[in-house]
Every structure is written in C-alpha cells, then in structure tokens.
Nanobody, 116 residues
Framework: QLQLVESGGGLVQAGGSLRLSCAAS????????MGWFRQAPGKEREFVASIHSYAYSTFYADSVKGRFTISRDNAKNTVYLQMNSLIPEDTALYYC?????????WGQGTQVTVSS
C-alpha cells in the first residue's frame, strides 16, 4: 500500500511557476507508476502526467506538454510536478496517484490557483 501526501500548491500569477511534491510512504514505491491528476470546479478529474516505475517513461496531457515536467526520486519516495508558464486554466485541485496497472492510491490534493 501507499499513503500519498501532496504539497507545494498555492496562488501564483499567470506566467509563474510552482513545484508540486508528493511524498509516499509504504513499500516498493519504485515499482509503482505515479501520476498527477487535477480537477477544476465543475469539471471532471483529468489526467495531467505520469511517470512509470523503473523505465521512467513519462506521459503528458496535451494541455500541459512543454510546460509541465514530472519526475521522481525513488530514494526519497517522492514524485514531483514542475509547472512552468502557468495559465489561469491550470487552476485546479491537483492529486497525486500511484498504482500498478491502475491507480489504486490517491492523495488528498493540493490547490493550485493561477491569477490572470
């Protein structure tokens, strides 16, 4: 099992940057695919980015490609989301998730608000 705790959210002006962190506790963190999702008010939760376990392959939603970067540090049991060139449409509650095949484990989320 994994317990996930996100941090790093906040209020930022358009064009700014934030770095989200997701600290995981539990065994075998390195074997899990980790992802970031977000949910804006009145909208469904959507995929943002993922990073696979040992291969470190990464995938991004088209809306964030070139602006966001996902990374992981298996020694620290942590996954990151570096967000640059933020736009108001990035405003959402950002969730960290982990799993093998499916995302079984979810954090509580961290709020990101981008002002115009």
């Amino acid at each position: 099992q994994l317990q996930l705790v996100e941090s790093g959210g906040g209020l930022v002006q358009a064009g700014g940057s934030l770095r989200l962190s997701c600290a995981a506790s539990g065994r075998s963190f390195s074997s899990y695919t980790m992802g970031w999702f977000r949910q804006a008010p009145g909208k469904e939760r959507e995929f943002v980015a993922s990073i696979h376990s040992y291969a470190y392959s990464t995938f991004y939603a088209d809306s964030v490609k070139g602006r966001f970067t996902i990374s992981r540090d298996n020694a620290k049991n942590t996954v990151y989301l570096q967000m640059n060139s933020l736009i108001p449409e990035d405003t959402a509650l950002y969730y960290c998730a982990g799993g093998v095949g499916v995302y079984n484990y979810w954090g509580q989320g961290t709020q990101v608000t981008v002002s115009s």
